[in-house]
């Protein structure tokens, strides 16, 4: 079962900055912290993971508390082909990946 | 680079008909999975292979449902007899390895009437 929970819808404006919370409070140490999208009608894809550090790439920053019960994706500059289900996923025993529902982003012009 | 190769991309039975789904992962990818996702709902894990081996098929309803993956490189689902409850969009997904980024198909949609 998912050990994540993240809010079902969030809407942004284009151009703006869009921020995907994640609640992952059961986390233990040695567990990554994931995060995919689904766009419509086409399989998930990676985004970025991290385990404590706060971590950059060229499609968004993961930002994770020092407590590691949290965490928050960011997509800087949001376009409308950001419009998508965000997936926030902790990794399990090295290997194992369980998706929860996702947070369903409406990037809006 | 080629992607995850899926076939078919849509299909439609009748319940207690067999049906099989077909991957082709990325070349050199050691782990391939298997996801059920039903509508609205994340993907959730079936089978996960290492090479040919079984690492995890503690969510496949085995009564049903097989996978196979000979030679470790493409992989077989399939389904016999099939129910309306599974209906969803199965997707597969492979990895260099063992948890790590995981490179999905586009999906194979199967409807059950």
């Known amino acids: 079962d998912a050990k994540t929970t993240q809010p079902p819808s969030m809407d942004c404006a284009e151009g703006r900055a869009a921020n995907l919370p994640c609640n992952h409070s059961t986390i233990s140490g040695n567990e990554y912290v994931y995060w995919y999208r689904q766009i419509h009608s086409q399989g998930p894809q990676y985004i970025i993971h991290g385990l404590k550090n706060n971590e950059t790439n060229e499609m968004a920053s993961l930002i994770i508390t020092e407590d590691r019960k949290s965490s928050t994706l960011i997509l800087p500059h949001a376009t409308l082909r950001d419009t998508a289900v965000y997936y926030c996923i902790v990794r399990v025993n090295f290997n194992k990946f369980y998706f929860g529902s996702g947070t369903k982003l409406n990037v809006k012009p | 680079e080629a992607g995850v190769a899926q076939s078919p991309r849509y299909k439609i039975i009748e319940k207690r008909q067999s049906v099989a789904f077909w991957c082709n992962p990325i070349?050199?990818?050691?782990?391939l999975y298997w996801y059920q996702q039903i509508l609205g709902q994340g993907p959730k894990l079936l089978i996960q292979f290492q090479n040919n081996g079984v690492v995890d098929d503690s969510q496949l309803p085995k009564d049903r449902f097989s996978a196979e993956r000979l030679k470790g490189v493409d992989s077989t689902l399939k389904i016999q007899p099939a129910k309306l409850e599974d209906s969803a969009v199965y997707l597969c997904?492979?990895?260099?390895?063992?948890?790590?980024?995981?490179?999905f198909g586009p999906g194979t949609r199967l409807t059950v009437t």
């Open positions: 070349s050199g990818h050691a782990t």
């Open positions: 997904a492979s990895s260099l390895s063992p948890g790590g980024e995981q490179y």
